[in-house]
């Protein structure tokens, strides 16, 4: 029974990130009266749940903050290049107190469903508290890498060893000294850990399903000359990333990789890879996403460093990545992972030498026949991406429409921020949104200032839903898909193609627009400015 019915204008699902901005922006800007749930104790949401040893940020910290607070930008230092999961916490709780927006988040609730009622154009949405509150707009701010992976492995029941997913890790820490650890995964989540929990633990084991092309982060403290720069030019800061591809200051090299000799590719290379982070990724040669033989050359680059690094070269070839291209799957940063397996107490089990994962057992992990005896299991097996936080929420748009039904062959969505069916639900850096494939905070400023102003035009034009209709989404998906076609991406069994779950419809997730972020801001402007061309007001 509900224990409370109250209305607002907004109720925001999440407070990471893109709750914490839309709260702001709803209520300071526009009046609103906005509820925001979050499933945790505080604010946060990513770097709330995400605790494993080594957890930090893989972009640039100077970029990876909101960019509307220029007193806060002036005034905020960070450690390091790429500070520590407790520091951004630390930061995005800042953010809370100084703008005053814990008064409007409910925290321990879990929001369990809404309907959108065609009688009154509200949402109700209900909470595991029992409570069921209604408002005009629902906007779900619920993260795109929040919902856990966590493998169907027979036998797990039986393992007398502890076990965690990183996602999930207990805000006490976990002690490894003296323990037989395991590490099942090796994407950019377990890049980070199994250097630090190699340090702890007496032996860990490695369980590589896929071989990562690793890069390194180089992280460190910055240079106070550049921050100092960074900090006077702010404002050039934020429009250089706001109008980029990938919502960072790396652009591409606008050559053909084979157009170059050797040395001179081989010159380029080394200057991104004693740079760091992700200009291997992002600041390469411009064909790298499109041309097998050019992607090849800097694969082949890739290789050469773990066959260098590895010592032992049946380890190196287990570590060397194959079947697919380079850059297609999340690109892991990484501070003295390949080094780690120089390590005596570290030991690779890799599923196509060696043998994939059969089953827990009591002991530890039986791979390939021989049994792996454990303390503890740390699952780096990553989340359930962009679709899963949404399906979670047990949406029911209009005629009861669910979207487990639309997205049961992959997300159908309209500019990656609404979906046909689903009146006034506006999702934050949603499917098909450049999302994942850019620096987050850029695109979550980005769709939190469009959902502002859609609102406010809305209300100035006396108009009460707003919903995206089913050519318009129809074409958005084609072009989706039309686009990263033409791109490597598809070449690989990632999350970004839906791969990494066991009967999850293959479809490529995210937005690779041909102007990347810059581009899709422009097209999301322009369809603003059509007066919601797509979009059905009412
Ligand atoms: P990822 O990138 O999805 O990596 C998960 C890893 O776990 C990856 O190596 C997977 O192998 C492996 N995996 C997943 N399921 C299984 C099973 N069933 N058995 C064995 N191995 C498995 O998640 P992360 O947490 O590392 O990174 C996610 C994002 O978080 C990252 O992109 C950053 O944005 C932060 P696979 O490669 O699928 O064969």
């Keep these: 029974m509900a224990i409370a019915t109250q209305d607002f204008d907004a109720v925001v699902i999440g407070a990471g ?5 839309m709260l702001k922006s709803l209520r300071d800007k526009l009046g609103l009266k906005v509820r925001v749930y979050e499933a945790g104790e505080t604010v946060g949401g990513t770097w709330y749940w995400n605790r494993y040893p080594g957890a930090r940020c893989d972009s640039d910290a100077y970029i990876y903050c909101f960019t509307w607070d220029k007193q806060l930008l002036q005034e905020w230092e960070w450690s390091e290049r790429y500070p520590e999961q407790p520091e951004i916490l ?5 953010v809370a107190k100084r703008h005053d927006l814990k008064r409007d988040i409910q925290f321990n609730t879990s ?11 509200l949402w109700t949405v209900h909470t595991h508290k029992g409570e069921d509150v209604t408002a005009r707009y629902l906007i779900a701010a619920v993260g795109t890498l929040s919902t856990t992976n966590m493998p169907q492995l027979k036998g797990l029941e039986n393992f007398r060893g502890k076990w965690y997913h990183t996602s999930r890790f207990p805000h006490t820490g976990v002690d490894f000294t003296n323990k037989r650890v395991g590490v099942v995964g090796t994407g950019a989540t377990a890049v980070q850990a199994i250097p ?3 340090q702890q633990a007496k032996q860990l084991v490695v369980f590589q399903r896929t071989a990562n092309y690793c890069v390194p982060a180089r992280n460190g403290k910055v240079d106070p000359e550049i921050v100092k720069a960074r900090k006077a030019d702010y404002d050039g800061v934020a429009k250089r990333i706001r109008e980029s591809f990938f919502g960072q200051e790396h652009y591409f090299i606008p050559k053909s990789a084979l157009e170059v000799t050797r040395e001179e590719r081989d010159r380029e290379f080394d200057r991104m890879w004693d740079a760091g982070g992700f200009a291997f990724w992002l600041a390469n040669y411009q064909d790298m996403f499109f041309s097998k033989e050019a992607n090849d050359v800097c694969a082949d680059y890739i290789k050469r460093k773990i066959r260098k ?3 032992d070269p049946v380890i190196a070839e287990k570590l060397i990545p194959k079947g697919y291209a380079y850059g297609t799957k999340r690109q892991p940063l990484d501070t003295n992972y390949y080094e780690t397996f120089n390590k005596d107490n570290v030991l690779l089990v890799d599923a196509k030498t060696d043998g994939a994962i059969e089953e827990i057992t009591e002991k ?12 503890i299991i740390v699952f780096a097996t990553g989340f359930d991406a962009m679709t899963g936080p949404l399906k979670a929420l047990n949406l029911k748009g209009r005629n009861g429409r669910t979207l487990d039904r639309e997205w049961s ?4 969505t309209y500019l990656g921020v609404s979906v046909a ?3 006034n639900l506006f999702t934050i850096t949603g499917p098909q949104s450049p999302s994942v494939l850019s620096n987050m905070p850029v695109s979550i400023e980005q769709h939190v200032e469009w959902i502002t102003d859609c609102i406010e035009n809305m209300r100035k034009a006396g108009k009460t839903t707003i919903e995206a209709t089913p050519a318009a989404q129809d074409q958005w998906v084609a072009h989706v898909n039309e686009i990263v076609s033409a791109t490597l991406m598809p070449s690989a069994n990632s999350w970004y193609m839906s791969a990494n779950i066991a009967g999850k419809p293959r479809a490529f997730l995210p937005y690779l627009g041909p102007e990347g972020v810059g581009g899709y801001r422009k097209k999301c402007d322009e369809v603003a400015a059509k007066g919601y061309e797509g979009f059905e007001l009412a």
């Design 196 to 198: 630090e929990i190699a």
């Design 409 to 412: 062959d992959g997300p159908h």
């Design 421 to 423: 069916g689903f009146p």
């Design 111 to 121: 929001m369990t469903g809404a309907e959108f009622d065609e009688r009154t154009n």
């Design 90 to 94: 630390r930061y995005l709780e800042h």
């Design 309 to 311: 690094t590895v010592k």
């Design 17 to 21: 990130f893109s709750g914490l901005h």
């Design 364 to 375: 530890g992990i039986r791979a390939g026949g021989k049994e792996y005896p454990l303390d």
